[in-house]
């Protein structure tokens, strides 16, 4: 029925909010490091905002009965990595050895700590919108990878205090791009509605 059905969404909406939370919480939480307060905030704030907004354009309907246009879609999850790289630069430009190279920390860490949090949420995701897009399944399993991607990518940042351009690049921005990469592959043969025998 529609009900269990909405109770069915609710759970696997709240346990994609829920897992990363607990695992970011899991591996210490927030480090403020040698990172200034108000950076980490700073930070914190814009990664956040660009979350949201992949997340509202990966997962909502808008006005549109089949969902976001391709077009939309597609610019959300090229922008939001993007956009996420350039704020995490702009915040730290200028704030002295912030954007130091850090030579024991490649990424590599980050990379993995991204993936693992954004691994729930994009499976709950694409259990949400089993067979439910009749026209652009591929662009939403990219919009929907990048929307599951860029705020763990967010949990990350608010652990990780290196500001270096390719630690941020192979630990932060790598990630989202891997699971929208993924997402598409997913996309083509799981979102996508099918006739029936």
Do not use: N, Y
């Not at 549109?64 to 610019?75: D, H, N, Q, T, Y």
Request: aromatic content about 8%; some cysteine; overall charge positive.
């Amino acid at each position: 029925t529609r009900r269990q059905r909405l109770i069915r969404s609710a759970i696997r909406m709240a346990s994609a909010l829920a897992v990363p939370l607990l695992l970011f919480i899991l591996v210490g939480g927030p480090r403020v490091g040698p990172r200034p307060l108000w950076l980490v905030a700073a930070t914190a704030l814009g990664t956040s905002w660009i979350a949201a907004s992949a997340l509202f354009v990966g997962v909502g309907r808008g006005a549109r009965m089949l969902g976001p246009a391709r077009v939309l879609l597609l610019a959300t999850a090229a922008i939001a990595p993007v956009a996420f790289l350039l704020w995490k630069l702009a915040a730290s430009w200028g704030v002295p050895h912030m954007m130091d190279p850090w030579p024991t920390r490649p990424g590599l860490r980050c990379f993995a700590l991204t993936a693992l949090f954004a691994a729930w949420p994009v499976a709950a995701l694409v259990w949400e919108r089993w067979g439910s897009d009749p026209v652009h399944p591929r662009a939403l399993g990219v919009a929907l990878g990048v929307a599951a991607g860029a705020p763990a990518a967010a949990l990350v940042d608010l652990w990780c205090p290196v500001g270096h351009v390719p630690h941020v690049v192979t630990g932060h921005v790598a990630p989202i791009l891997l699971l929208g990469a993924l997402g598409a592959l997913v996309g083509a043969r799981a979102l996508g509605v099918r006739p029936g025998r």
